[in-house]
């Protein structure tokens, strides 16, 4: 089987898929689909639409979006039944959706370190609790969260972002090991910095940031959405079907071994 069809017939769910060009959750949308999975799309944001609209211009693929905040039980509940209810099955859960607030530890407040974590690891959480029995009821399942490299390399002001995200990477091992028997895989890819307007446009505004945060990928470049999802696709695949419990870093070497 081809990579443009190694996915065919498969149901897949990514989170966190609403933001624009560039974005990692709608570059792994559209990879997962041009592969031949059936594709929910979800965020919070309404912009998710625009997402589904795009993959069915440049795809066969069958396409749902919802939005929802996947933070509450109610939220990714409704998410995996819309898929399920739709396709019958659920093979490849994405949870993608996130977004830290990064700044010095101190000058957090509560409400964003919370936010933070909610954003982060809640999503993750609830949605894996409400996919897992599905997957586990065919005996199938594929799930890749996206963490952080910084979790490993300490990145300036990640303090808050590390704590939502190392959970990620915790619930990781947990799973993988729970579901393994089920021929359910939990796998995390962890990005360094990854190129985004956004990262462009604080760049501009802040020169001082470029030798801080790029500084310590000696590539020296952030890494691309692309290059993502193409390790997403692939781990979500029957090539991967032997790799599981893995944090997987996709870094430019920021951190090794």
């Known amino acids: 089987m081809s990579d443009l069809e190694s996915l065919r017939g498969r149901v897949a769910i990514v989170t966190g898929a609403g933001q624009g ?4 959750g709608r570059a792994i949308a ?5 592969r031949g999975a059936h594709v929910l799309v979800t965020d919070i944001a309404s912009s998710v639409e ?7 211009a440049a795809t066969s693929a069958q396409v749902l979006h919802v939005v929802s905040d996947l933070s509450h039980e109610a939220g990714a509940n409704e998410v995996i039944d819309r898929a399920v209810e739709r396709w019958g099955r659920l093979d490849i859960l994405v949870n993608n959706a996130g977004g830290g607030i990064i700044r010095p530890f101190l000058e957090h407040t509560p409400q964003t370190l919370r936010e933070t974590v909610d954003r982060n690891l809640w999503t993750a959480i609830w949605c894996s ?4 029995p599905h997957m586990r009821k065919q005996s199938f399942g594929r799930i890749v969260n996206i963490g952080a490299d910084s979790v490993r ?3 300036w002001d990640h303090a808050g972002y590390n704590a939502a995200k190392g959970g ?6 947990g799973l993988a090991r729970e579901f393994a028997a089920q021929d359910i895989t939990v796998n995390t890819v962890a990005p360094c910095v990854v190129d985004s307007e956004r990262l462009r446009t604080r760049m501009q505004e802040q020169p001082e940031l470029t ?7 000696p590539k020296g470049r952030a890494v691309k959405a692309s290059e993502i999802a193409s390790l997403v696709a692939y781990l979500a695949s029957e090539d991967a079907a032997f790799i599981t419990g893995q944090v997987v870093s996709i870094n430019g070497g920021s951190t090794m071994l």
């Open 211 to 217: 030798g801080k945060v790029l500084g310590i990928v």
């Open 168 to 173: 990620v990477h915790g619930m990781t091992t």
């Open 21 to 24: 060009t560039g974005g990692v």
């Open 30 to 34: 559209l990879l997962l689909a041009a």
């Open 50 to 56: 625009q997402t589904a609209t795009e993959i069915v």
């Open 153 to 155: 390399n300490g990145l």
């Open 129 to 132: 609790y409400f996919a897992l």
